[in-house]
């Protein structure tokens, strides 16, 4: 089973909501990301966790909130969004995290627009 | 830092013509190079990739790259295209561990 399952396919919230994205592998792998990728361009990296460790925060705002629950399991939760905060949110896993020649899986997506 | 430039936005062919996709990258160390295809409303899959040995790596959909050290370049490359690879192409490159750091993209529309 390669694959890596988002949900919500869709997200509509507004400004004052919280809300959390939900992904989830069962590759055993034990790293795990999240993407923020704007129309017609390209992901940008913004948490990674190693090991249900967070190893990377890319200066992400605090509105949002990751969290790794177990080594299968990833969440972002939302708050107080903005509207420019509307993207296709991508998570994706890799084996675990401590090679550069890991391959990363991606999983569809949630596409979230915030009112 | 190692980056992944995307020389064309977009690329437009018709079906059953050849096509090459480029991407030059900047590095002064090891390189580990990705190729990943996004299709309409979809998330990203591998294509390909080089992490060392030969330097044509070729996916299994007729795909192929070639990893050219002297002129900085991971070109990607398909003798003859189908409607069914219109998509996004996005070439990357991995500067740690545990980040990837994407190009800008090239937009391939095969027409017929």
């Known amino acids: 089973d390669t694959e890596v399952t988002q949900t919500p396919k869709h997200l509509v919230m507004g400004m004052t909501n919280k809300k959390s994205l939900k992904c989830e592998q069962h590759?055993?792998?034990?790293?795990m990301y999240w993407y923020k990728q704007k129309a017609k361009k390209p992901p940008e990296l913004m948490f990674v966790?190693?090991?249900?460790?967070?190893?990377i925060n890319e200066s992400v705002p605090s509105r949002f909130s990751p969290e790794c629950p177990n080594s299968s399991l990833l969440n972002l939760h939302l708050h107080a969004l903005q509207p420019e905060d509307s993207a296709l949110y991508l998570c994706?896993?890799?084996?675990?995290?401590?090679?550069?020649?890991?391959?990363?899986?991606f999983g569809p997506g949630t596409r979230l627009l915030v009112l | 830092a190692q980056s992944v430039t995307q020389l064309d936005s977009q690329v437009p062919v018709f079906e059953e013509a050849p096509v090459e996709l480029r991407c030059n990258y900047s590095?002064?160390?090891?390189?580990?190079l990705f190729w990943y295809v996004q299709y309409p409303n979809q998330g990203l899959q591998l294509l390909l990739k080089y992490l060392s040995g030969s330097t044509l790596v070729k996916s299994i959909n007729g795909f192929e790259a070639e990893f050219n050290k002297s002129q900085t370049s991971f070109h990607l490359r398909k003798p003859s295209v189908h409607i069914s690879d219109t998509a996004e192409y996005f070439c990357a490159v991995s500067v740690r561990n545990n980040d990837m750091r994407f190009g800008a993209g090239t937009r391939l529309t095969v027409k017929p």
């Open positions: 590095s002064s160390v090891s390189v580990y």
């Open positions: 994706a896993s890799s084996q675990d995290g401590t090679s550069y020649q890991e391959t990363q899986y």
């Open positions: 590759m055993g792998h034990r790293a």
């Open positions: 966790y190693s090991y249900e460790k967070l190893s």
